[in-house]
């Protein structure tokens, strides 16, 4: 299951920010500490697309495509150094493929803040540093075990490799640099996928705003925003609070409450959307009478990926794939016959790199 951590300071919203997204109703409350096991629920991804294509087939099942989020418990200054919840902490964070990083930029006088003022980059750097310092710790832990076996003359060649570039790795983080701004080839980063370092996984920043904080010229964001875009990072303004009392609402009501406050796009549509680019993921469709369903894969997965996130079975005996692009599909009125006799509808090998939007149909025998 492809999960997304949230992280921040406490009291930034990062429990709004989960009940925003998973309408779960989690605890929200001002004041810190407290529970430690981190909020969990499954999110369908909203795709029109999918919409649509239940609304062709009618199918007796529907399976959205999903994502699970993760509310973490606050993470403070020095928590690599075991302070707060500490190292227990970031080994939640270590599970999640992509971060959203939750900074507080809403004010509220009734909550208090642990830096005790508002500065979203002081806080964003706050907790970069922790994630770099537990990076730190682990390249740490492996380069000592690293450097007895050299010591005894006993490194393999790819022992060796693995000792450059964790120094190298090392290094940039002391210069208090993310790992996903070292340029890493695909192998490397194949070869450093155990380690699951925190500052290599994609982050999203959520700028949590106070309704009265509108405008592209918000003051208390201009530092933050500025480093964003050095760092070519992502942000997202969400109202936290406005957007949770939203997602309570039953759908008319939230129309209505919607139109008042001039929203167009739920933030919590967006922001699925956004958690869903980052991780680099992309849909693909399987569709029938029985059941339409959206499945997820990795950007860059091929058909025989695409059979085994189906069914083993399927990867297994693969035949052949039938393919067409959904916007062909509905270019071509639905219908199948004619997606072939457009030419649309092809057979693809083992090899084709599928595409956001497949509509796919496996040909196998086991
Ligand atoms: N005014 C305002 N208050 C917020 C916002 N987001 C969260 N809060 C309040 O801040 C407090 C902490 O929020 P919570 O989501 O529990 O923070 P967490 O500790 O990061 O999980 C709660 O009292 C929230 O109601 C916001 O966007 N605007
Ligand atoms: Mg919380």
Redesign the pocket.
Known sequence: MLKCGIV?L???????IFNVITRAGAE???Y?GGKTEPNRALVSVPDSRFDKLVEIFVPKSVKPADVEFV?LA?LSRNAGKGAGLGNSFLSFVSESEALLH?VRV?K?NS?PHPENSIDPLRDWKIVEAELIYRDLGVIGGRLSRLDEKKAKKKLTPAEISELELLKQLEEHLMNELPLREFALTDEQKRSLAGFAFLTLKPELVVL???DTQTGSNITELAGLESELAKRNMKSIKV???TEMELEQLDPDDRAEFMKDLSITEPGRDRLIHEAYKLLGLISFFTSGADEVRAWTLKAGSNAVDAAGTIHSDLARGFIRAQVVAYNDFIANNASIAQCREKGVLRLEGKDYIVKDGDMIEIRFNV
């Open positions: 921040g406490p009291l930034s919203g990062k429990s709004t929200v409350k001002p810190a509310d606050g939750v809403f509220n909550v949590n705003l106070d109202y936290g609070a």
